[in-house]
């Protein structure tokens, strides 16, 4: 397994589209996720896919974020398609492999994985 890397953050204006990416060589078959953690504030679940290709999203992105996995033999790339962004989606976002099928309060806790972390800013 080679460590995950997340890329693709940046800057948007809300209601502007950005799209992460996680190299995710070697977990092509662990549950794989993306949180995510504002300045002052907890790490929280965004969305998560199962092994099948099931996905549970938090409340405040359903409808806006989609998370997919393209497999490649053993190579794995996840992605976080965003939407209609708000300034409250503004934070840091972590790929993360090998946890539970969650994205409830402290299921970062359960993850064995973790990506360097990206940056998304959104403004007004």
């Known amino acids: 397994q080679e460590p995950l890397e997340g890329s693709g953050g940046g800057s948007v204006q809300a209601g502007g589209s950005l799209r992460l990416s996680c190299a995710a060589s070697?977990?092509?078959?662990?549950?794989m996720a993306w949180f995510r953690q504002a300045p002052g504030k907890e790490r929280e679940g965004v969305a998560v896919i199962d092994t099948d290709g099931s996905t549970r999203y938090a409340d405040s992105v359903k409808g806006r974020f989609t998370i997919s996995k393209d497999k490649d033999n053993a190579k794995a790339t996840l992605y976080l398609q965003m939407n209609n962004m708000k300034p409250e989606d503004t934070a840091m976002y972590y790929c993360?492999?090998?946890?539970?099928?969650?994205?409830?309060?402290?299921?970062?806790?359960?993850?064995?994985?973790w990506g360097q972390g990206t940056q998304v800013t959104v403004s007004t």
């Open positions: 993360a492999a090998g946890g539970p099928f969650e994205v409830v309060r402290g299921s970062d806790k359960f993850f064995q994985h």
């Open positions: 070697g977990f092509s078959s662990a549950v």
